[in-house]
């Protein structure tokens, strides 16, 4: 918003849009517009005149005086980054500074101006001697500024554009130093030299650590920190002349760069017989299953993972030869645990999920006793590889759980131990049914719901808890036993929402095992709805707390912060 007021002069530095300002005046003077109209002297001066103060706003700074106020209502809150020009551009060192045209002032030397201006008995000195005291003051508009900062001490703030080019300084010092980390710890510089060791960082972080910085230092009003306005940023800041990769004379810029590369080896069986396959049994479970209700009928599958589970791109510097993040633990990296959930076909997830992790000895220490969790049943082993024994363990304690039916369909993959239907059979408690069907081998692919749609959107979603986590607490421990307990808790707690239904039940439509909606409808992952990027820009929902929300709440809608989400409060939402 720009007001300018009566007698005044003020120092305009934007970046605008002429197209706007062209919609604007066509607006105000509906007339057709001639093809070759004969102009006179005066109308050709006058065009030129508006032509050179557009030209004039648009590459650098503008005087104007006015007699009328403008405000411009419609302002979204983010501005345009400009081209990044390292050796140009004009930025605050601090939100505490003042600009007086190209001059960086201290506000302790703003207040010296203004005691030296008021302190003469004919009430103020006259311009040109508070010119030749103080350099930085060169024109009226500048005397004007004085005043108004004298008036408003400490509720006065720079213009917008002044403080988002300090906002956008601050952030590209955290994202370099969050980039740089690893270079604080005992690295050989011959290796610094071909791969940069940081953090893991994506836009989502950005928005946060801009907001942080905008709620902390600049408080520039209606600030979004937009994806928009993330992207544009992320292309006009480069980082100039980095020696030490012995690439002179290049920038980089600040880009999505992939960490590591998988390479697997595809099965070599013929495609088509997989297919065949596939579509026998597909066609044999609808069969069986077209006069059972959804809510029977669930799909349950082991999935590994690891201890500290992180994306495989992360934000760095482009023509990086090699990118590197750190974590919290090595050995998390090479260490998972096993996550068992059950998938129904009414959209639902069982009211427990199976967690096995590895334990030295085999089970948890006495001393320090696992967090009892509504949602899981957990279970230590010297390895987390699941055995027979713990398949049965899983069908006594989840399958069998007294809040779902006593009769059932499962859909499970040829792993041997779920092909001995004798003893899966043996746990089915009296009064119970089980049918049991095993997908052939080679086809989970697109054939098991959960392979389908379910792991790499409930993964997704731990690897956003666990980025935001080494960038904003990294204090807490995510390998640590019982945090890990309660992560998988929390979040399972929110995917569990019936907010997401229509997710849950996408997998099985995928896989074939119901039939194709005509108009879908539309749903978000969970990772989109809980982590989206308008979270980190609301406060949490507790009374009295200020800190920035760290997830919506798929159940009770709520946008909660990482300490009342799972450290000083854990949030079991009791709403459905």
């Known amino acids: 918003m720009f007001r300018v007021g009566i007698l005044s002069i003020f120092i305009i530095f934007m970046s605008l849009n002429v197209s706007h300002i062209l919609y604007i005046l066509s607006q105000t003077f509906p007339l057709p517009v001639p093809k070759n109209p004969n102009l006179s002297r005066q109308e050709r001066n006058l065009a030129n005149h508006i032509i050179n103060i557009i030209k004039e706003a648009e590459t650098g700074e503008v005087e104007i005086e006015e007699t009328e106020e403008l405000v411009d209502e419609d302002y979204d809150g983010d501005y345009e980054v400009e081209a990044f020009k390292p050796h140009d551009d004009f930025v605050l060192p601090s939100h505490q500074h003042l600009a007086f045209g190209d001059k960086t002032v201290s506000r302790e030397e703003a207040q010296k101006a203004i005691d030296f201006y008021r302190k003469t008995t004919k009430g103020t000195r006259p311009f040109k001697t508070m010119k030749s005291r103080f350099r930085w003051i060169t024109n009226l508009g500048h005397l004007e500024k004085l005043r108004r900062y004298e008036k408003e001490k400490t509720d006065f703030n720079e213009s917008r554009s002044n403080l988002l080019r300090v906002l956008s300084k601050r952030l590209f010092q955290e994202v370099k130093e969050k980039l740089d980390e690893g270079k604080n710890y005992l690295v050989p510089s011959i290796i610094l030299e071909n791969f940069q060791t940081g953090l893991h960082l994506h836009d989502r972080d950005l928005q946060t650590m801009a907001r942080k910085i905008n709620r902390s230092e600049t408080k520039v009003t209606n600030f979004l920190a937009s994806q928009t306005w993330i992207s544009k940023w992320k292309n006009s800041h480069r980082y100039p002349?980095?020696?030490?990769?012995?690439?002179?004379?290049?920038?980089f810029s600040i880009v999505s760069r992939r960490i590591t590369k998988f390479v697997t080896r595809r099965c070599l069986r013929n495609k088509d017989e997989i297919r065949k396959t596939g579509d026998d049994f597909l066609k044999m479970v609808r069969q069986e299953i077209k006069n059972l209700c959804p809510s029977v009928v669930f799909n349950s599958d082991q999935t590994g993972i690891q201890k500290e589970l992180y994306s495989q791109r992360s934000l760095a510097f482009c023509n990086e030869k090699q990118v590197e993040r750190l974590v919290?633990?090595?050995?998390?990296?090479t260490h998972s645990f096993t996550f068992m959930p059950m998938l129904f076909m009414n959209g639902t997830l069982g009211p427990k999920a199976y967690l096995l992790m590895a334990e030295p000895t085999g089970e948890f220490p006495r001393t320090r006793p696992i967090p009892d969790v509504p949602n899981l049943v957990v279970r230590a082993a010297k390895s987390h590889i699941m055995t027979k024994e713990h398949m049965r363990d899983w069908i006594r304690t989840c399958v069998f759980d007294v809040n779902l039916p006593k009769k059932m369909y499962m859909l499970v993959d040829s792993w041997s131990s779920f092909k001995d239907h004798k003893s899966i059979q043996?746990?089915?408690p009296r009064g119970h049914e089980l049918t049991v069907r095993n997908i052939p081998p080679n086809t989970t692919g697109f054939l098991q719901p959960l392979d389908v749609y379910f792991n790499g959107p409930w993964k997704n979603l731990i690897k956003k808890f666990t980025a935001h986590t080494l960038n904003f607490h990294p204090d807490y421990l995510?390998?640590?036993r019982n945090n890990e307990i309660l992560?998988?808790?929390l979040l399972y707690h929110q995917i569990s929402a019936l907010h997401f239904q229509d997710f849950l039940k996408y997998p099985w439509r995928k896989a074939g095992f119901m039939d194709k909606e005509v108009s879908p409808s539309p749903f978000q992952t969970p990772s989109e709805y809980c982590f989206g990027p308008e979270v980190s820009n609301e406060n949490c929902?507790?009374?009295?707390?200020?800190?920035?929300?760290?997830?919506?709440c798929s159940r009770c809608k709520f946008y909660i912060c990482f300490d009342h989400f799972c450290i000083s409060l854990n949030h079991f939402c009791p709403v459905a």
Do not use: D, H, P, R
Request: glycine content about 2%.
């Open 241 to 251: 002349n980095i020696k030490n990769l012995n690439i002179f004379n290049q920038t």
């Open 328 to 333: 919290q633990s090595k050995a998390s990296l």
């Open 426 to 428: 043996e746990c089915v």
């Open 478 to 480: 995510i390998a640590n």
């Open 487 to 489: 992560m998988v808790a």
């Open 541 to 552: 929902y507790i009374n009295g707390c200020s800190e920035m929300s760290f997830i919506l």
